[in-house]
């Protein structure tokens, strides 16, 4: 997953070095999301000018690159708007860092004056799916491309539209671009031809926007700007331009009535005049929150323009049904959240991070002394909910875990029928979805491309759709009817623990809730609410074997080729979930086998080498899994034991295990895992491997 980061100033004077430096950062808050290449785009010396600096690799790189470039950087701009972006290369390859510098390459240092190539500049998350037939219609029109970007289609089909009609605004110009686009996109465009103004749109992908003010904001809203002619084509526009030379836009004249002044009476002082104002744009609130917490998330289809220190926000449609106004909200995101702190990696902290993670989840929710969970996300749906005729959870990786490990618990409080779903498998096979289902889609990130198209297809059938997500903004949250936010806060790792957890503990809320008017289920409500009161105590606890895992994977598991993971019943998902953790960071193969399977084939593995972990804390199905040990210890398997402590089955002194806590059968998946991701995370820190940016992976995959 890309990110873009865009800062404006306007009557705030700031030299060079700090609006590189301001773009600079806001990438490398994003560099979690993982890239293989970075750039910006700047201002220059003279007007018309741009500078454009790109590089492969990390932002130290292209960081690197600007400091050789010997770029004045101490102009001072009073005014100004740059634009900046990571990007993996979906499109195209990354360019090459040693092609010399040259007017129409699109490498490294771009040094412009009023080349065409840069009238325009662009920066975008996500795909453009037909970029091919627009850069075939722009070449039909004599445009040459440099690259095989998608981004460059959006920067030569904006310039196209701008030749035929100088006079055209910005925003129209830039609804007309947006409306030829498909695909999923975040994007930032910036012109020589309207100089400290950016154009912002969301179409799938996030884009917040950052607000900073002098003075205090006189209202926390913007209003909503509907095209009065709809949707207009680049054709339309063109030839409405043609029609309405004289306007000033492609549209009726600008309606600078009520609704402009109302858009921007956030921003312009009592006798209309514009204010000193700074915005800060991003994928991600995690890169805005050190510069202000007072941010305006915009929504799919919003076309926000940012001119004269005020913030316009458009629509391409007429009056959709959709908000119509975008409220500026302050985000309790602190920046030590987005910090490592005193940790090594992100994934290590968001590990110890658990015990308060999970009291987060729980937070307002959940009230064990009056014995009540209150989901207020989901208070209007839980009645249809409970007369569905079948939830249906889909998801992707650790998300798919996570609803594996609830499913039992579903089924046993609301006896409803549960399917759990990866969502790629469940698209590729066009499963059966009716308006009485409810699917509920589980994401972290809300913006997995797997998980957004099988929300899609399912909002499409009609069925009731339900979000259980971490980031607030994301498309998921945005499109499902209801939902629950786990509020586990920002997850950096790429590897996802405490979203595991706090996932896991918002459904077994959400089962609770749903099971709330069964008289026959009350008993085991509270024994759960009980047990979910202690889960953070208990983390706790197990966050001190922290050293003894440590010190267990150097002996136990260096220079090893595989490593199997056993589990049964609910601790089945806790093996899928560890056996994912130690691939994706330490990249050693772990094979997570259902242990009833093991007499099926893969005791055949089992030898006296073969490292194996089985998980055998006691629930109903303790004597079936002790079976397995048995099978495996007979084979001369030596597997270590993750046990309740003090478990008389595992008191031999032979018995390599780790002791955790005991809690209620369904939870405990979540005591379970945490010696599972201790054992991931040493693994690869054993191997000297990047924890928290794994090779080849993303933190959210936002393409197919
Ligand atoms: C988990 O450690 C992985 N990073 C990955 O499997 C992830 O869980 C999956 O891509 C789903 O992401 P989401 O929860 O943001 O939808």
Redesign the pocket.
Known sequence: MCGIFGYINYLVEKDRKFIVDTLLNGLSRLEYRGYDSAGMAVDGNKKNEVFAFKEVGKVAKLKELIEQSATDMTKTFESHAGISHTRWATHGTPPPSELPPSPNSTDSILIHSSDPLWEFSVVHNGIITNYKELKALLETKGFRFETETDTECIAKLAKYLYDQHPDIEFTVLAKAVIKELEGAFGLLMKSVHYPHEVIAARKGSPLVIGVKTSKKMKVDFVDVEYSEDGVLSAEQASQNVAAKKSATSLLAPPDKSLLHRSQSRAFLSDDGIPQPAEFFLSSDPSAIVEHTKKVLYLEDDDIAHIHEGQLNIHRLTKDDGTSNVRAIQTIELELQEIMKGKFDHFMQKEIFEQPESVVNTMRGRLDVANKRVTLGGLRQYISTIRRCRRIIFI?????YHSCMAVRGIFEELTEIPIAVELASDFLDRQAPVFRDDTCVF???????AD?LMALRYCLERGALTVGVVNVVGSSISLLTHCGVHINAGPEIG???TK?YTSQFVAMVMFALSLSEDRASKQKRREEIMEGLGQISEQFKQILKLNDPIKDLCAKFFKNQKSLLLLGRGAQFPTALEGA??IK?ISYLHCEAVMSGELKHGVLALVDENLPIIMILTRDSLFTKSLNAYQQVIARGGRPIVICNHDDPEFSSALTEKIDVPKTVDCLQGLLNVIPLQLISYWLAVGEGLNVDFPRN?A???TVE
Do not use: I, N
């Open positions: 998801a992707c990786g650790t998300s589980v994401s972290q990130s809300g913006e997995t998980s790429v590897a996802s979203a994912l953790k994706e992976l933190k959210s995959v």
